[in-house]
Each structure stands twice: as C-alpha cells, then as structure tokens.
C-alpha cells in the first residue's frame, strides 16, 4: 500500500472481489507468465525460490497491504519466485490487462519499478545470508521477517510453519533447526507448538542470541 498510498490501493481493490486462500496454498507460480497480480488484504506469504534440483529458499515474507507479482506483469516475463500462503489470506486478483490500465491512468510505472528494484536488492541481501550465515542466525532472519510480516500488536506471534518446513526454507536439516531453536525454547522466547508450529515471545532476543553465536 505504502508504494501507491492509501487512496490507489482503495481504488484497486474494487477492481477484483476478495478471495480467501487457505494457508500453503501457491498464490503465485515461479515460471508461469504474469497473468494477474495479488493485492494481500490480509494474513502473510512466503515468497520462495526453487533451484534446478526442488530446493527451496525462503527469499522474503510479505504481510498485510502487500502488492505480489506485479514485475511479472509489467515486464511481460516469466515470475521469477513463487508466493505461498503462510496462513489463511485475504486476497484481490487483479488481471493483467486491468492492472496495466489502472499504472498507465495514475502515472505509476516509476514507482512500481523502484518499488520492484529494492525487493530485488532485499531478496539479494536475505540470499547472502542463506549462502553465509551460520543455521542460528539464518532461522533467527527467517522468523524476524514472519514477526514483522504479522505486523501485530499482540505480545506473541503463531508462526503457523513447520521445523521441517523452516529447514527447507532457510538450507538446514530438522535436527540443525531442532537444535537452533532449544536454547531459545528453553529461555521462554518462544513455544513450539505440537501441531509443528512456533509461538514467538521475544524476537528481539532470539536474533541477539543467533549473533552471538557467529
């Protein structure tokens, strides 16, 4: 919203009708053209990369009032990453043909492409961190962008993902995962959920604790 301002993306909402996406649903297909764009009302996604072998990298989290796959719309290339639903999302899909009108009429190519410029240059910076960090600091990076996606003002945050699904995200076995997350469990910054979920208490100590570790 924040690239548009609050007006715009008012008025862009009311070119599609509101959809609900359950969570881990595929909002957007990495290699598929760019036949819409998703305007996330609400709840946060994961956007991934998937190399030639199946594996995934976790490249960015996106929250509320997020605007997805627009490059892919206004390049006319393929998508270049996937957007997964972290949890039950509210969404608009705007096609193509409608989006492309709506830029030209309100003058917002520039913006949108600096907008895009530094998702790329932010999705550069999280892979320098996947290819260098230690597990700690990887996961600590991956749950701080989930804590700030949620964008709440609750005193806890449900990170609705799996240990097994975090390790794939971040590069890591389970056990490595398993291990980061221990200390921290057992300091009550956060709580593992049995149905394989994290509740995260402290954010803010958790990643001083994977830095300290490097």
Known sequence: MAVIGESLWSQLRTL????????????????????????????????????PNGERALLAIRGPGELLGE?????????????????????????????????????????????????????????????????????AGALRRLVDAAATNQP????????????QMIGASRNAVGTAIKPWREEGWLETDPGGGLLIHDITSITAHARSTM
């Not at 009708?17 to 994961?46: E, I, K, Y």
């Not at 806890?156 to 390790?167: D, I, K, M």
């Open 16 to 51: 599609a009708p509101m959809r609900v996406r359950p969570a881990r649903s595929v909002l957007l297909r990495q290699g598929d053209p760019g036949t819409h764009v998703v305007l996330l009302a609400s709840g946060s996604t994961l956007v991934t990369l998937t190399g």
């Open 156 to 167: 806890a945050v449900s990170v609705r993902l799996t240990q097994e699904e975090l390790s």
């Open 71 to 139: 490059l892919a719309v206004l390049d006319a290339q393929p998508r270049s990453a996937s957007v997964i639903a972290a949890e039950p999302c509210h969404v608009h899909l705007i096609p193509a043909p409608d989006f492309l009108s709506f830029v030209e009429s309100n003058d917002l190519l520039n913006p949108l492409l600096r907008h895009a410029i530094a998702r790329v240059r932010e999705s550069e910076a999280v892979r320098l961190e996947l290819a260098t960090a230690c597990v700690p600091v990887r996961l």
